[in-house]
């Protein structure tokens, strides 16, 4: 029998921002308590609709004692964080969903791709390097062009370095801080997928489709919902997606992001929280990947997350340089969902926000979202 965290409750999500904000506002419709701990921000878009938010850092021994004492669940909108908040609700007897081993597993490439490869999944060809001779020596036996990455705390594209010729890697080795990277191929795609995967207390799995991904600058632009794939390479992303989720022995919610390639599906990473990718689920599916994540690390059933036609476009800061955009234009279409985060400060790359269409395709979805998200601006 697995004892669920009633209504009631307070869910404690570590991290301030737009998917801890998501999060909020399912766990308030399903009758929560919420606190956050931000890492040190105040008024951050989670934190403005908690009941509490704790602004210490993720390693002030006293504001993370406070958030977990405050907490019947800990879980994660942001997973780079010290995981200092795992071991105290370890030690005051708080689940911890997705546990820390999940966590750590995401935090690090090297052990994220080690353990991508031991449940089954292909990744891009990869060597791990700590020094500048072990760097040299991977990039030429993997053969250029490479992207070198990190190993730790990279995302949206920071952290990484394409190389394209030996000349350029003692230039890379600088740039990247001369801390240990994962080097790998570049990978030569055809569209870039990911599966946002929820497994529950009881080992039910369920996702919500495959989604097909674009990016500009390395950040997330556009989502549509399904990807054009045919039904087998559909097929094969969920099962890669929840034999991923069931190795880990995941409770709460996973993304997986895939590239779509000559050689077949290539695992990308994982992130061991809703992923961007996935916020079309809101309007798109009976329960949102916010849903899934509330009542997996609650023990309760897991909802119907099969999308309807959608897409997704995001709204970066940019849209705001020259002033404060035509949201008239936008919602003119009545089919169109406005999403705002809540942030104060529009700096360009900065994440917003994002614009949702469910259409009679995902085609036309998509085309409506970025009709949309034109008129913002005029442009
Ligand atoms: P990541 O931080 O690993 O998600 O990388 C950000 C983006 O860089 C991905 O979404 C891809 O567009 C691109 N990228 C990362 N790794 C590779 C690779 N091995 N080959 C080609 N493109 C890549």
């Given at each position: 029998m697995i004892e669920a965290l009633a209504p009631g409750s307070t869910i404690?999500?570590?991290?301030?921002?737009?998917?801890?904000?998501?999060?909020?506002?399912?766990?308030?419709?399903?009758?929560?308590?919420?606190?956050?701990l931000t890492g040190g921000e105040r008024d951050t878009p989670a934190g403005v609709i908690a009941d509490h938010e704790y602004c210490g850092a993720f390693d002030d021994a006293d504001t993370v004692a406070a958030f977990v004492n405050d907490a019947d669940v800990v879980t994660w909108e942001f997973e780079n964080v010290d995981l200092a908040v795992a071991q105290c609700a370890q030690a005051a007897g708080v689940p911890v969903?997705?546990?820390?081993?999940?966590?750590?597993?995401?935090?690090?490439?090297?052990?994220?791709?080690?353990?991508?490869?031991?449940?089954?999944?292909?990744?891009?060809?990869?060597?791990?390097?700590?020094?500048?001779?072990?760097?040299?020596?991977?990039?030429?036996?993997?053969?250029?062009?490479?992207?070198?990455?990190?190993?730790?705390?990279?995302?949206?594209?920071?952290?990484?370095?394409?190389?394209?010729?030996?000349?350029?890697?003692?230039?890379?080795?600088?740039?990247?801080?001369?801390?240990?990277?994962?080097i790998e191929t570049v990978v030569h795609f055809d569209r870039e997928l990911s599966v946002v995967v929820a497994r529950g207390l009881d080992g039910v799995v369920v996702d919500h489709g495959v989604m097909e991904n674009g990016h500009q600058n390395h950040i997330l632009d556009t989502t549509r919902v399904p990807a054009a794939v045919g039904e087998p390479t559909g097929q094969e992303a969920r099962r890669l997606a929840r034999l991923i989720a069931e190795r880990l022995d995941l409770v709460g919610v996973l993304c997986v992001e895939l590239f779509d390639s000559a050689e077949g599906l290539l695992v990308n990473e994982i992130a061991p929280r809703p992923h961007n990718s996935g916020h079309c689920t809101i309007e798109a599916a009976a329960a949102s990947q916010f849903d899934q994540q509330l009542r997996s690390i609650c023990g309760l059933p897991l909802g119907d997350g099969s999308c309807r036609p959608a897409a997704m476009a995001q709204l970066l800061g940019d849209l705001w340089s020259g002033g404060e955009p035509d949201w008239s234009a936008a919602l003119a279409n009545p089919r169109i969902s406005l999403h705002l985060y809540g942030k104060h400060d529009a700096k360009a790359g900065r994440k917003m926000g994002h614009l949702t269409c469910v259409g009679s395709d995902a085609a036309d979805a998509l085309q409506q979202v970025l009709e949309a998200r034109q008129a913002l601006t005029g442009r």
């Amino acid at each position: 029998m697995i004892e669920a965290l009633a209504p009631g409750s307070t869910i404690g999500i570590v991290g301030g921002g737009q998917l801890g904000r998501m999060l909020a506002q399912s766990a308030r419709q399903h009758g929560y308590r919420v606190v956050v701990l931000t890492g040190g921000e105040r008024d951050t878009p989670a934190g403005v609709i908690a009941d509490h938010e704790y602004c210490g850092a993720f390693d002030d021994a006293d504001t993370v004692a406070a958030f977990v004492n405050d907490a019947d669940v800990v879980t994660w909108e942001f997973e780079n964080v010290d995981l200092a908040v795992a071991q105290c609700a370890q030690a005051a007897g708080v689940p911890v969903r997705p546990s820390a081993a999940v966590v750590a597993t995401a935090q690090d490439r090297a052990v994220e791709k080690a353990a991508l490869e031991s449940a089954g999944a292909t990744v891009a060809p990869w060597r791990e390097a700590s020094g500048l001779d072990e760097f040299t020596a991977a990039i030429h036996e993997l053969g250029t062009p490479v992207i070198a990455k990190t190993a730790r705390f990279g995302y949206d594209g920071k952290g990484q370095v394409r190389i394209d010729d030996p000349s350029q890697i003692e230039a890379a080795w600088e740039a990247l801080g001369e801390v240990r990277v994962v080097i790998e191929t570049v990978v030569h795609f055809d569209r870039e997928l990911s599966v946002v995967v929820a497994r529950g207390l009881d080992g039910v799995v369920v996702d919500h489709g495959v989604m097909e991904n674009g990016h500009q600058n390395h950040i997330l632009d556009t989502t549509r919902v399904p990807a054009a794939v045919g039904e087998p390479t559909g097929q094969e992303a969920r099962r890669l997606a929840r034999l991923i989720a069931e190795r880990l022995d995941l409770v709460g919610v996973l993304c997986v992001e895939l590239f779509d390639s000559a050689e077949g599906l290539l695992v990308n990473e994982i992130a061991p929280r809703p992923h961007n990718s996935g916020h079309c689920t809101i309007e798109a599916a009976a329960a949102s990947q916010f849903d899934q994540q509330l009542r997996s690390i609650c023990g309760l059933p897991l909802g119907d997350g099969s999308c309807r036609p959608a897409a997704m476009a995001q709204l970066l800061g940019d849209l705001w340089s020259g002033g404060e955009p035509d949201w008239s234009a936008a919602l003119a279409n009545p089919r169109i969902s406005l999403h705002l985060y809540g942030k104060h400060d529009a700096k360009a790359g900065r994440k917003m926000g994002h614009l949702t269409c469910v259409g009679s395709d995902a085609a036309d979805a998509l085309q409506q979202v970025l009709e949309a998200r034109q008129a913002l601006t005029g442009r």
